[in-house]
């Protein structure tokens, strides 16, 4: 078992203890064997050593919500039948930036397994992927639940296109009754080989909900049952609370309520200590969206959420690094669809590769301590994933995911950026060799 | 006080009871006073008598769900400021065809609030109205509920229109808590005039739901608290169920589940007796949808829906006349969004003025005894609305609502359409005269 | 006759001679009777003395294409029935501004004319008014050829309000032969009462051609034996060239080409001097529109333009000041078809009562001497429009339509703004009173 | 060379000339050798001889206008790379029924041109194909003038798939000076391998022109000068009347003017023996459009198309077969744009491997002569195309292209169906073993 030494960096293990100053890390394999201080560490004669002196070594990031396939209506039909080069195209973006392990909660589930696989065999360089599939409750991308063909396609087209994604537990379910609902949701996880359980409890974008606490509920028995855990898609108040009602393990962008959190509600996810992703832009991006943004954006990202954030913050709620990220190639900047969100805009959401260092930053905007930030990038989001005992820190044991940087992210959050190199299960990742083919991003990297 | 004596008759008096032949029904002002067989009743000298031999005397027809005030953007447009004109032809097309009363589940407040005042003042000749204004949750006509406008009006107009219709209890109360929910209900109720309320408990027309089960609970405890009845627009299994959780007291085509009605549910309905305003298509309407109409109608219309009806009729639930009837003028049959779903078709439905007949046929076809089918257009909707100790039956004391018919409507459905004369508050209704203003149903007139 | 002098003024008639200091201009009744200097005029004692000791005295401005009536489907629908308090509304706004003449291209034809006829009357104040009806071979406002309705309105309506517009000369002329579109243009040339003819050489915003030039002769002859002058739309150069050889007076926007205007088309205009009514914009919008505008404003806004315009200029073209000036009102600006284009737009073209002053500044940008700008504002419109005698200059007989300044127009293109008085048919128009009901401008004023 | 006799067939030539019955027709490699009666025929030893006893044998029939290539967005989408395909399937299908040369008169330049040298090369089996590549005007397959993918598709995937069929000569021309113009269609002839040249003299599906005459004129010149025959599209009687008067030598769907085509109009065309390939739809499909058809098809094919079509055939015009035929396999029957035309019709238009049987119908119901109508749909076309000397007629020299059929074309037309054999270029067609892929086609064959 091939040994390596990161010698003489400070290490912040990413479980909020005092970082480590000029310390020797030890992996044997794939995991992490020691960290210790360098006084007094033997380093063995076998191990690579890096030498880590004056930088700062943190666990590899944790991503609890980006997108690897595309959904634009453009990308969908171009490249069907060749998904996973967009997914492993998207897995190594996120991986150069420093993101060793993503969830992907929504998207093309064969290519996204077949590139989880292929990734966990040692078959392709990328980000750890754990995936969801399908939303339950929602049809595909050319639907009116994301981008509506109106009569510019035929029915074959859109079914064939769409059963990729829904997977037979599409917005179809909603009419079903619980023990129907309950059994379609069991099919799907025994067949797709998934990693959790994401549903709708609200439409994508209105407020409109879609199953009912009582359907929600055989939801997340089925999940639960199955040994997942279950996440849903919220966007208001009532949809927040049903969701927290029906048992669900993470609340993705629960901070996204048009009015604010009840106390209440808050005292319940406080007291539960129940992991909420995130989504929180940075301050610049909300100014533009104030000043120049389209409408929804503006009733989305409004006072209500910024109150949540900081409320949430303030309370120590458990916050895990979220960003919503997917490739934002030339093509869909320019999309008439998505345009008007992000062209233009400093700092626009959704950016895989680059929206998790705009989250460090506006969590940091809003009063949260460094240390707590890297946790929620990190411990936070391993833990509630369930995988706290292998991912998510620098501790004997766990996989050996590290980012090096030059210099402290605890001093200047900024400082995330300044990536010297990315190890993932105790491999230096070849940062300038990927991604290996450009597709998606292709002209944005020109 | 002026007295009126209906002298030899068979009068079917809208209780179930068996009818009595040869009979003698003495009206008092605007009540009935006695019913009685011939023999042995003197009629009083002053009476105005009107010889019904031979003929066939009802309880004026009731009609649980129609809608008087026009939505179509056309004529929301043309005659905004004269909308009373429009509630008007409407309330004397539903009167001349043996409706004396009906129940407006959603429209224009303003407009229905003053005409339902003038009849009941006698200024105007009309069916007698109770009103909702708006189904709270739903935005006005404008909007993407119903006719989404898209680009092709401004915001200033499709605003103005809307907030006739929201009276600020539109969709935007989705996103709010239950308390601040309740508050503007309550505030609704005080202010509007209303006579009974109507929620979304799911969308106009897919299944996504609107209010949850928690905010179902305080609309309903609003309007009981103010001494209202309650209805939900529903159109899913779990609609319904979460409406008969949250209390209401009228399930509004609770028949048009997508799936059928679960046994638990059907149970739960029979036991508790709950009104089922059911909306119910004659044979030859649903054999033109099946073979040639628009898939939404294949979809609302299908084979649970027929399982439904059977299994309510067979087992003898408490069914309403609704028939969602509206003026179904040239304009309307020939606009884009109506046209797909009636034009060319037999028996279309929501037609005012028709459509109770057509209805009457459909529950016959499906089994129903004739005596129940008349009990449930006149005496079970009174009861429903809370209205049974003045209306729905030919009953001592009661509002002298009678339809007087050429032939036995319990030996052949079709005999409903033969009125010899409608009186409606102890006056014989002038139908010849009514509308007396023909103005979207000028066209089908000539 | 009552008597007005208007003593101590500079004139500047709109001939383009020297202005004369220190003049005495005399009106008798509705007309001019002399521009004498002050030295060795005796003023009569009856004339009413207005002072105009160091102001400045112009012509009435002349625009030569203004739409009085709205065509935005809001308002198209919302006003029906009331169009004319709308022209009568526009009609103030621009006499307000110093423009006593303008000639309207394109609108509801009967309100038009009823205004028209009541501003000549004396009925009502306003701008002399001068009507082309409907754009020969356009479909109404709620067509594909300006705002389409789609399936949002029925064909009832849609034909009900563009009927109004159309006249019967609408687009289906296009399938004519050329006998059938003459007798279609003369009918409604003797019908309608209109004062000058415009039919579409192309498509309102696209290339693509309306009438064949065979066709166009035949509308042409038809005007000119009539005794009415013609124009055109047109966007592109062989519409243009097209027009020309059909033997059109006015080139409506002829600088509006996408590619440069040929030399010898350009030679020909020179020629003849051809009058180019050009809607010409400032610097600054143009910058906006590179900028930050919508592409179908920088593609019909572009170099093209801008090289047609200098060459026009500089070749001493007989150009006519041209707004397409339109009452740009809240409700306007916000709409989402007309939004993108004015919107925080600075000199927004299309708004009547400040797009003159803002073409005065525009051709002044481009190197036009000041007092060619006047003439182009006044003597030149009034002959194009084959009302030189009437019309156009300060000279003795002629109608007495005049505005006095503060300071000198020629100095600072700007002083058209600083307006002191405006003078129509010999009386001072009461500018403070004026719009005397604001509706679309209701906002905008406030 | 290998030698072909068929022996004893009725030959109807395609000159018009008398039928031949009991006849040899020689055929010498690609190329008919001699056309004798049996008798005192020698056929030579080395023959292989076809028995065509009591059979009759015509020329290959000949489409002037069909599309290879779908434009359908599903189609252009799902494909793109793989058009070839698509259009060897089309070309199979064409020759398999009978046509043995065809039109393409719009499509995707690269992949006919590439599946019209491989048929030519003798590398597949197919109809033998010349080609337009685009409608010169007229923007690719996602535009305003086919299939407008609004803002479902963005800016760069609706350039890259255009582009393929602009080719260069696209919407943007329109706007240009007669040079430039012929400057551009100059270089599309000298880049694209085309075989005859169309343009559109006005709008896809509207009246509106698109080039005026003066640039017709530039675009024939220019064809003409690189020696290929020009063909317009036109609607309408005054694009006919342009597209004559700029010289082009087909008269493409000529007879579809919404107003009949004038006197003088179809004198000119009689005179000079202008080929119409007139498209012409059966009267039952035409029962069917004026009675359940949408409105775009009743006005398309009205009373004027059918006075004209009865004129042109009664005054002997040169007509041409024309079917503007395509791939209808089961995803465009049933696609939203599409379905409303086709669904549920009889004898539905556009069919490629049906509608010429429906033209050979349709013309004979209006009154054509049998004999007529075979040269119609042989000798007319080849030379129309000014392709005489090759094709179109069974004369000694020619291309060997022929049909024997079962019974005689002439006494009833349904008897082109009844096809026994095809040969084209002197081999005989395995009409069983094509397509030999079915794509498109797949369903509808299934």
Sequence with gaps: MSLTAIVGGTVIDGTGATPINDAVILLAGERVRSVTPRDGTAVPESAKVINAAGQFVIPGLMDANVHLSSALPDTVLEYEGRYEELVAEAAQIALRSGVTTVFD????????????????????????????????????????????????????????????????????????????????????????????VKYAACAHTTPLLTFSEHLQRA??????????TVQAHTLSVESLRMEIAAGADILQH??????PIPDELLTAILKEE???????????????????????????????????DCRLIDAGAKLLLTTDGAVLGTAKRNHPAIAPYVKDAPDPPYELGESHFRWLVAVTERGMRPMDAL????????????????????????????????????????????????????????????????????????
């Design 105 to 196: 909660t929504w998207g093309h589930l064969e290519s996204l397994a077949a590139v989880r696989d292929r990734i966990r065999s040692g078959d392709l360089i990328g980000s750890r992927i754990f995936i969801a599939g399908n939303i339950i409750g929602f049809d595909g991308p050319l639907s009116p639940d994301f981008y509506s063909p109106n009569s510019f396609l035929g029915p074959r087209t859109v079914k064939r296109i769409n059963a990729q994604w829904e997977q037979g537990v599409g917005q179809e379910l909603i009419w079903l009754p619980a023990d129907e609902v309950q059994k379609r949701v069991r099919d799907y996880i025994e067949r797709a080989g998934i990693d959790f």
């Design 375 to 446: 946790v929620a990038a990190t411990r936070n989001v391993a833990e509630a994933y369930g995988l706290g005992a292998e991912l998510g820190t620098i501790e004997s044991g766990k996989r050996a995911d590290l980012v090096i940087l030059e210099e402290d992210p605890l001093v200047d959050v900024h400082n995330y950026r300044r990536i010297v190199s990315v190890i993932k299960d105790g491999a230096i990742v070849p940062r300038d060799a990927i991604p290996s083919r450009r597709i998606l991003s292709a002209d944005s990297a020109a």
């Design 219 to 228: 939801i997340v028995e089925a999940a639960h049952n199955a040994g997942l």
């Design 274 to 308: 129940l992991p909420v992703a995130a989504l929180i832009q940075t301050r610049r991006y909300l100014e533009w969206v104030h000043d120049r943004g389209p409408e929804p954006m503006r009733l989305a990202f409004g006072p209500a959420q910024d109150e949540n």
């Design 254 to 259: 629960g901070n996204l309520t048009r009015t």
